[in-house]
């Protein structure tokens, strides 16, 4: 990589610059650590130019957040060379990062094809390196396409499950997983074969976005049955133009997670016109046995107020496994769903 030069203003004088070098070598090291928390990977390592003293200090850092500009994908031959580059840059992070730190947050956004292993490597680094909470957006490649399903019902071949629940395995021990909706259409092919799905043991909370169709709700459930130990699950109701494989009910059944461990379940941007999605919060209430809050944040800015009245009556009329559960309802807040990017364990 090549250095960067400090972050100066041209007409300063060199004293100045000089006691500007001093005021950031002299800022104490748990500051420094504060502010690069809040730092995607490669402005923490374009802030540790700033001060000599800076230099290593993201090497010691245990929250890595690595994002690919999405704008290329219509140039593949763009977006291949910039990949490149980006991959470059994840295998030097990891590489030099301290081997004594362990990983407490990861978030990867990344492509992958069925002939580059990088990410499997990757995530046999995070597995080493005990990750806590990892957000995963994959979107895989084969040849040159670039497969992203938004508003479109595609068919896909078992290879995706395959490539997907393979570097699943690779962090089996993490305690907190964000998966982008991508990846669970990924892993629909395998829902018939769980034998083949990995136990997550560790996991506690489990972030992720869906709709209404069976290649979210059906790998939703499997996941809930490969995470037995599961406290908190949080989900981003989207909208879906098509309503093919929709579906308006779920199958109650046991799953150990319900019946032990589940006690918070948070619904984020509930559409009061879609009374199908009030299902989820059905299905919820009448299987979560130690239950404790289901929390419904409404879709909108609250001007739909008088449409929510039937949709709560109905959901107050479901029945609950748990004497212990409370039901509430609250309006959007902007970063509402982005607040749950880092929960707590």
Known sequence: ???????????LSDDVAMDNRNRFNNMPEHLI???FKFMGTKEMLKASAVATNWRFLWTQMPYLRFYFDPNLKSDYKLMKDAYGRYKDMINWVLMTHDKSVSIQSFLLQCKHDDYDHSIYRWMNILAQKHVRDLNLEAAIIFGSWYYELDDVVVVLPEEFADHMLKILRGVRHAEVLKLHKWILEYIYPAVAKPEFFTTFYNLK???LPINMRKCHVQPLIYLMKCAPNLHR????LEPFACFVDYISEIPDEAIECLSCHLKKVKLFDMDCYNLDELELIRFFLKNGHVLEDMSIIWYGDGRQKSQRKPAIQKVMRFPR????????????KQSGWDDEL???T
């Open 33 to 35: 650590h504060h502010i």
């Open 233 to 236: 699950l949080y989900l981003r």
């Open 321 to 332: 496994s748990s004497s212990y559960v409370t039901v509430t309802f609250s309006e959007a």
């Open 205 to 207: 909370a489990l972030l």
């Open 1 to 11: 990589m090549e250095p960067i030069a400090p972050l100066l203003h041209p007409n």
């Open 342 to 344: 880092v929960v707590r």
